[in-house]
């Protein structure tokens, strides 16, 4: 059996990667600050499916949690083959309304996190000549959207470079852009989704299912869904400065993920 290592294992996106991973036969290793919801998953998981689910109980908005995270991927005699750096949460509010220090948790999490696990995980992938690494990150990097738009932005420019220099190594880097998935992502950030059109959402599911058959075809980026391609189709031929104007209205009171 493969070992896949998620992170944020415990809700929304996460979650669905780790019911489909275990249904397929993968063993696990969930990642989550909470170890009660950690250990409760992977009894269910394993239950269910017969696979092998190990609990790692970190944060990764702190030092030690990236580095607890970071030794597990080392481990070359128990190695990972996936990895799905799914953690990240969003601010409520605008610019100069969010605290600094909650701004720069965020970096911590969704830029510096990403960018030491993958690493971690693709030098022993490499050495095997095989393995895979989907960095969530949101169609929020298509737009102007503050921070949390800019730390997904990050995740895709950094995971096609990646998998560019990685070409030909066996190792398979994909960046995964969700539209608005109907997890427990905006009620922890306290966003209200009474407006938000039906169409707009996606099931955790189904886009685990689509991401997974995107990165098994080589994609660098996946969105999807074809109601966000067409969406952000329409993003590429909209002015800039009008573009910025909506979204700084609504991306910060909705926040798409």
Not at 87 to 99: D, I, M, Q, R, S
Not at 147 to 161: D, E, I, M
Not at 214 to 232: C, E, Q
Request: net charge positive.
């Amino acid at each position: 059996m493969t070992t896949a290592l998620i992170t944020g294992s415990t809700a929304g996106i996460g979650s669905a990667f780790a019911r489909r991973l275990a249904a397929d036969g993968h063993n696990l290793v969930l990642v989550a600050r909470d170890i009660a919801r950690l250990r409760e998953q992977a009894t269910e998981l394993h239950d269910r499916h017969g696979i092998e689910a190990e609990v790692l109980s970190a944060d990764l908005a702190t030092e030690e949690g990236i580095a607890a995270v970071e030794k597990r991927l080392g481990d070359r005699r128990d190695p990972v083959d996936l990895l799905i750096n799914n953690a990240g949460f969003a601010n409520k509010g605008t610019y100069l309304e969010v605290p600094m220090a909650d701004e720069l948790t965020m970096l911590k999490v969704h830029i510096e996190a990403v960018l030491r696990l993958t690493s971690a995980a693709v030098e022993s992938m490499r050495d095997r000549g095989r393995g895979g690494v989907v960095n969530v990150a949101s169609v929020a990097a298509f737009v102007p959207r503050g921070t949390y738009g800019a730390s997904k932005a990050w995740v895709v420019q950094f995971t096609q470079g990646a998998a560019k220099d990685l070409a030909g190594s066996g190792v398979r880097l994909m960046a995964l852009c969700p539209g608005f998935v109907r997890t427990e992502f905006h009620e922890r950030a306290g966003m209200g989704t009474d407006n938000i059109p039906k169409w707009m959402w996606l099931d955790a599911d189904k886009l685990v299912a689509a991401a997974l058959a995107d990165l098994s075809r080589g994609k660098t980026v996946s969105i999807p869904d074809p109601r966000y391609k067409v969406v952000m189709g329409a993003v590429k031929v909209v002015p800039r400065n009008l573009l910025g104007t909506i979204t700084s209205r609504t991306g910060r009171k909705y926040g798409p993920r």
